[in-house]
């Protein structure tokens, strides 16, 4: 009865407002060491109110029991970001009195849990059964007591539930103070009507294009003095922010060649191993990295390499590999072949109970298996029966009306009706009869018609992955020392240009400010933890620190600047040479059209140019893509500009523009309610969508938020 799988494919927001999905993995034991080594029981505060390391953890094993593949760091601050947002929104509700109903908690499993979207917990129309879910809270507590029936998938499932239920509360008033904000802003009929009418509002221009690559270097550059001027001029718009600049150099941590070669024979001596062996389950399960997959796959649902394998070795006892890719080393044996009907046509009977999903009566397990092999054993004695069978006993109703109970074609590749039934086997006959199980009942089948008999093929796959000794790593980490030794009184220059000699990763000059959690091209789990080094009080430019990753890479850090408040040039040339540069172009395109051509339209200016004329392109505020790129701008003056007058030049994202409009037209005749209703629901999930993360935005910034994480 587990629905540890269901619940894990699927993913919700569980606040919808902050945009934080919910997923999860198993907990790092040195992590929850780390924690109770420094005996608090706090890891930060929102306004004076605690988060709690439970409440910390808890979060975070929730995440990670559903994001498996996603770093941990990555995981530990999106526990951190729902549990902040999570403290704010509370507080604001609170001070309005905000309370939840026991119809609340129930409204809000309905609707905002991760059960919500499960189907096994749904009615017909595809709304939540909460009698359902309720059946199987009750089932799932009975297994969790038993000592003897209890799994870890059971033990899972209770505590995601755990989590769900203590948490839902919260979200119940978060959601209700929000609902609150939002009741107010609503977009009118009047502006969907507009928005409806402006989409389909269209202009029609010519235009020619001029790429910024093609326009003379000495109208496209900026000299120092330039910004300089106009930095001493508008000084009072520019402040610089608390800036780190951190270089680094990144020792990627690989296996020597003494640990392949040593691997290189352990996996011969593997390979006889498990090629004399016939316990490929048990081979596979202490020696691979994946468990053993019972499954026989048809050819193309195969992985390639395994495809152009069984090509020519497809007899069962083949081996493949190992082969070694990315310090990964694969070995498969072919320890499975059989023949199988592709495509099958069946039908069946179908006797539900209380207990199966889509139940349509009160009978019990026990009744229903009674019953349903009772039917099969009458019409095991007289197949001519099933017809009639179908229409009387079946409780898929529609399907035994309208199709006899005929569950159409189906395939071995896409076989979607599991059971110990295998309908697919080409031992089968036209007119065989079969009994199975299924989370929708007990199935009296028929198979009614199969073709296209196709091979199917069961691999025992090892994958192993090659890691460096710790001979390797002490090595490693010795050379590593030894570098910054020689190199720890040069200059930043020479420090990274010796560490590229040696072909080292680097990063040069990446700026940093304390509020942020990841570096640009670093992307580790260390990245905070760095950045919270660089702006310790007693840091000062030139310092160097090593770090070391959870996969044995090492990190040289070395704090090359410090940029205090003030004025930023470098910030301010970055931002201010596009602006400086199209000044510069639009006194140079002006001055050639002004002195150059006697006509300004756009023949002569495509003339002068070499360019061609684009001609009758269509153009409105919902489909600015012109060459490629998005260019409001031009939208603008598609729009204001007198027809069949050319433009000025518009300096665009792209490049420089000249148009010319012909005609302004709009597709919109009448007053379709469907359209301006949707397009209502339209802005009003844009509006609220923006609404709530300025508001989660402002929240956090008028809040007082400490984080002790760093001290763990």
Sequence with gaps: MSFLEKIRKNTWFIFLFIGISLIFFILDPNFLLKFFYKNSNVIGKVNGENISVKEYLDCFQFLKRFREEEPDFYLKNDAWKLLVNEKVLNQQAVKLGIQNTKKDFWNAIKKQSIYSKIIDFQDKKGKMDIK???????????????????????????????????????????????EM???????????????????????????????????????????????????????????????????????????????????????????????DSNHHSIIVSNQSEKPFDSNFYLKKNLPPIFQNFVKNNNSIGSMFGPV???????????????????????????????????????????????????????IKKNPNRFNYLVEKKSDDFMNAKINKGSLGWMKYGEQNFPGKFDIFSSENKIGMIGITETKFGYHIIKIDNKKDIKPVYQFAIIIKTLFPSKKTEKMFHKNIVKFVEK??????????????????????????????????????????????????????????????????????????????????????????????????????????????????????????????????????????????????????????????????????????????????????????????????????????????????????????????????
């Design 132 to 178: 359902k879910f309720q059946l199987y809270l009750k089932n799932l507590e009975k297994l969790s007591r038993n000592v003897t029936s209890i799994t870890p998938q059971i033990e899972e499932e209770k505590n995601i539930w755990d989590y769900e239920k203590n948490n839902i509360k919260k979200r119940i008033i978060a959601r209700k103070y929000v």
């Design 181 to 275: 904000l939002m009741y107010g802003f609503n977009t009118s009929s009047i502006e969907a009507e507009l928005n409806y009418k402006n989409k389909n509002f269209f202009s029609i221009i010519d235009y020619i294009f001029i790429p910024y690559s093609e326009i003379e270097k000495k109208y496209n550059s900026i000299s120092n003095n330039d910004i300089c001027n106009y930095i001493k001029k508008n000084k009072f718009l520019y402040k610089k922010e608390d800036l780190r600049s951190l270089s680094f150099v990144i020792f990627r941590s690989h296996p020597s060649l003494f640990d392949e070669k040593n691997m290189d024979y352990k996996m011969k001596k593997l390979f006889y191993k498990f090629k």
């Design 324 to 378: 070694k890719e990315n310090n990964i080393y694969i070995m498969a044996k072919l320890t499975g072949k059989k023949m199988i009907h592709n495509s099958v046509l069946s039908s069946h009977i179908l006797i539900s109970h209380k207990e199966a999903i889509r139940y349509y009566n009160s009978r019990t397990k026990k009744e229903a298996e009674k019953i349903a092999k009772k039917i099969y054993n009458t």
């Design 487 to 712: 190199n720890k009184n040069s200059n930043l220059n020479t420090f990274i240009n010796n560490a590229r000699k040696k072909r080292y990763e680097t990063i040069f000059l990446e700026e940093v400010k304390n509020n942020q959690w990841n570096i640009n091209g670093l992307n580790t789990e260390l990245d905070k933890k760095i950045i919270n080094w660089s702006y310790e009080k007693n840091r000062k430019k030139g310092d160097i620190k090593i770090f070391s990753t959870a996969n044995k890479d090492y990190i040289i850090v070395i704090l090359s600047k410090i940029q205090k408040k003030g004025i930023s040039i470098e910030k301010i040339k970055n931002n201010l040479t596009p602006y400086l540069i199209n000044n510069k172009l639009k006194i140079y395109f002006n001055k050639i059209i002004k002195n150059e051509l006697i006509h300004k339209n756009l023949e002569n200016i495509a003339l002068h140019f070499s360019k061609k004329i684009n001609k009758f392109y269509k153009i409105n505020f919902y489909n600015s893509i012109i060459n490629n790129c998005k260019e409001p701008k031009i939208v603008g003056y598609a729009f204001s500009s007198k027809l069949y007058e050319t433009s000025n030049p518009i300096l665009g994202n792209s490049g420089v523009f000249f148009i010319r409009p012909l005609k302004r037209f709009s597709t919109y005749t009448y007053k379709n309610p469907s359209s301006i209703s949707y397009e209502r629901e339209l802005l009003n999930s844009f509006l609220s969508k923006n609404i709530l993360e300025k508001l989660g935005d402002v929240l956090i910034e008028k809040s007082k938020i400490k984080d002790y994480r760093k001290n763990y």
